[in-house]
């Protein structure tokens, strides 16, 4: 009797299915599949048992051309390279669960995204930084976006009603492609936060009603935007004496490097910080392991 040919849908939807028992994320699960399924789409693949490698090289070919679907220009190194990341992944597990003979990604080589040469800081360095903020708000500044590994523009949208004191949850309400997570905070950050909030940002005035439920805000009463985190920082690197040059980024680039090092789980990271793919995490790891500073 000759094998039933199935459609590519069920294949990923399979594929699918395995996402979630291994436990990835709800957003790896709804996307891997779909970059697989777009790949089936646009080489017109109609059984997936086997697949000739020029398949998948015509594909990334491709990837190069393909403009974006919600904006001008073309796909990024790292979203190609996240296109490659979910046929390996679904290749692999048509290998291990014996589903095809011939794994066509196998042995081939991709041009990896160019990472961001932007060095994380040390403990050390961050522990400078904390120790030369000169009130609550800088310190606030600090665990924003080292501790709670905050985006710039997810700083920019905190407010007041985002961060539970009594739960220590930060909320990120509409992170980047408008995923929302929690991202769970220590006693001390905590207590900071709330020292500031009932010590300096109760008692600021807001300049503007659309305002009032920032969580920081500017010397002149607006809700503090990235330029104005990034000064306020650069005054606390002048205190501190650091030499490097950093950024908001830095700080978060850094906490992710030192969960990394100090043992946390890649899943962890990567739900912490808020991103859909393991591999964008993986740019945060470090070879040399350092002990973790719990601020």
């Known amino acids: 009797m000759e094998s039933i040919i199935q459609s590519p849908s069920w294949y990923i939807d399979g594929f699918k299915n395995y996402l979630q028992q291994v436990g990835y994320s709800e957003s790896t699960q709804y996307m891997l599949p779909a970059l697989v399924k777009e790949f089936t789409e646009q080489q017109q693949i109609t059984d997936v048992s086997y697949i000739e490698q020029q398949k998948v090289k015509s594909f990334c070919a491709y990837l190069q ?11 990024s190194e790292m979203m190609i390279s996240h296109y490659m990341y979910a046929l390996k992944t679904f290749f692999s597990w048509l290998e291990i669960t014996e589903q095809i003979d011939y794994n066509p990604i196998s042995g081939m080589k991709f041009k990896k995204p160019k990472q961001n040469a932007r060095e994380p800081l040390t403990i050390e360095e961050i522990n400078q930084l904390f120790t030369a903020a000169e ?13 709670c590994g905050l985006r710039r523009s997810e700083g920019e949208d905190l407010n007041i009603n ?19 997570r929690v991202v769970p905070v220590t006693e001390r950050v905590i207590k900071d936060l709330e020292d500031y909030y009932l010590q300096e940002r109760c008692s ?11 969580f920081m805000l500017n010397t002149r009463g607006n809700r503090m935007s990235g330029n104005s985190y990034n000064k306020m920082l650069q005054r606390i690197k002048e205190n501190a004496a650091l030499q490097k040059e950093i950024s908001l ?4 680039h850094s906490i992710a490097t030192h969960l990394l090092q100090s043992g946390m789980s890649m899943e962890y990271v990567r739900d912490f910080l808020g991103h859909s793919f393991l591999e964008t995490t993986q740019l945060y790891a470090k070879p040399k392991a350092e002990q973790l ?3």
């Open 65 to 75: 051309t393909r403009p974006l679907q919600k904006r001008s220009g073309a796909l």
């Open 135 to 147: 009130n609550l708000k800088q310190t606030a500044l600090l665990h924003i976006f080292y501790s």
């Open 162 to 180: 985002d961060v539970h004191f009594k739960q220590q949850l930060l909320y990120v309400r509409e992170g980047k492609g408008a995923k929302r």
């Open 204 to 214: 600021s005035k807001v300049k503007k009603v659309k305002d009032e439920n920032a």
């Open 249 to 252: 980024h830095h700080l978060r």
């Open 293 to 295: 500073c719990l601020l």
